[in-house]
């Protein structure tokens, strides 16, 4: 059983391009978290989906950020006309049910640069 | 404000010393999650939490509803556990708030 892939690994754009980043959950998950990590900060909640639906988005920055879970294939980070404060590592997480009370699982994260 | 405290920052040890790292907050929890992450790496949950004790060969992990407090205890220490250690809560809001990390260096 994979675990939670993502990809890419590691991205560098130019500042106003986009950044689209992938996350598929571990099989049979259909709860998906994307979480991020600036520079010499700690993590912090972005967005949590279930298939076809955002749950919370309280943690996603108003503009030029959005995410989706579609029915088939990954969850998709968007982050458009990304600017230098983008730069951070973003960690997608899953789980087979609710994540309260019960075992989350991370993948190997993708790093992000905007030179 | 829900927020998550861990202790010490940083920490070094030798190798075969026995480690402690504290996480404390504030309010009642469904879950707490002790993580690991290598420089540079993906984070690995260690452990998931919502009351006793679990022990993971040479990790054990506790907490103590009551006092708002867990401990992530490395025995027999090694330099591969250098790593940073994270704890997460979940304040049953389906999102966990993550301490700032206990960096540990294990050396030979």
């Known amino acids: 059983n994979a675990g939670v892939m993502q990809n890419p690994r590691h991205l560098v754009r130019r500042r106003g391009q986009e950044a689209r980043l992938r996350c598929s959950p571990m099989k049979g998950h259909s709860h998906v978290y994307w979480y991020r990590q600036l520079p010499e900060e700690g993590l912090k909640f972005m967005v949590y989906l279930q298939k076809e639906n955002i749950i919370d988005e309280s943690g996603m920055p108003k503009e030029r950020f959005s995410a989706e879970f579609p029915k088939e294939g990954p969850s998709i980070l968007r982050i458009q006309q990304v600017v230098r404060g983008d730069s951070a590592a973003y960690f997608c997480?899953?789980?087979?049910?609710?994540?309260?009370?019960?075992?989350?699982?991370f993948g190997e994260g993708s790093w992000l640069t905007v030179v | 404000k829900n927020e998550v405290e861990q202790s010490p920052q940083n920490l070094t040890a030798q190798e075969g010393e026995f480690i402690t790292i504290n996480c404390s907050y504030s309010v009642g929890i469904s879950a707490l999650h002790w993580l690991q992450q290598h420089p540079g790496g993906g984070i690995v949950s260690l452990f998931m939490l919502s009351s006793g004790k679990k022990k993971h060969g040479r990790l054990i992990a506790t907490i103590n509803i009551q006092e708002k407090h867990s401990s992530l205890h490395i025995t027999a220490s090694h330099p591969r556990d250098s790593a940073v250690y994270i704890c997460?809560?979940?304040?049953?809001?389906?999102?966990?708030?993550f301490g700032t990390g206990t960096r540990l260096q294990v050396f030979p």
């Open positions: 997480a899953s789980s087979p049910y609710t994540s309260s009370g019960n075992t989350i699982y």
């Open positions: 997460a809560v979940d304040y049953n809001t389906d999102k966990l708030i």
